[in-house]
């Protein structure tokens, strides 16, 4: 799973996902990528749950480069407890992402499964997405 070995604050703040990202839009290191249309948050296991589908789809036969990693704890108190008593334990890990945020690169495939592999992907983020290609 992707997320961090330490952090410099045990518990963060909200925050909001709201704008567009000016850097991180273009591709990088592979043919195809896979950008977000909107701003959201996507949690480690969605992250995850999207690589292996990817790399299922190509049978290990390319490269895919994760672009987005998840850093920001996300915390939750247990059911049935009263209120107040501080703020909860950690639960999980998200990444904040920015509209026009590239998340995946994938390269060494057709285009044809390149795309079938985007759709794969963007079942499992829960975002609106969009593939590219590198013009």
């Known amino acids: 799973m992707l997320y961090p070995k330490r952090t410099k604050f045990r518990k963060y703040r909200k925050g909001r996902c709201e704008g567009c990202?000016?850097?991180?839009?273009?591709?990088?290191?592979?043919?195809?990528?896979?950008?977000?249309?909107?701003?959201?948050?996507?949690?480690?296991?969605?992250?995850?749950?999207?690589?292996?589908?990817i790399s299922r789809k190509f049978r290990r036969n390319?490269?895919?480069?994760?672009?987005?990693?998840?850093?920001?704890p996300i915390t939750s108190k247990p059911a049935?407890?009263?209120?107040?008593k501080g703020k909860g334990n950690t639960k999980g890990w998200i990444a904040r992402v920015l509209k026009g945020q590239i998340l995946f690169?994938?390269?060494?495939?057709s285009p044809s499964n390149a795309q079938q592999a985007a759709t794969l992907a963007?079942?499992?983020?829960?975002?609106?997405?969009?593939?590219?290609?590198?013009?």
């Open 21 to 53: 990202k000016a850097d991180g839009t273009e591709l990088c290191f592979g043919k195809y990528g896979i950008k977000s249309c909107e701003a959201g948050r996507i949690s480690y296991q969605a992250i995850e749950a999207a690589r292996r589908a």
């Open 62 to 72: 390319s490269k895919i480069w994760v672009r987005v990693f998840a850093d920001i």
């Open 80 to 84: 049935e407890v009263r209120m107040g």
């Open 105 to 109: 690169e994938m390269d060494c495939v």
């Open 122 to 135: 963007a079942h499992k983020l829960g975002l609106s997405i969009k593939f590219f290609k590198w013009s």
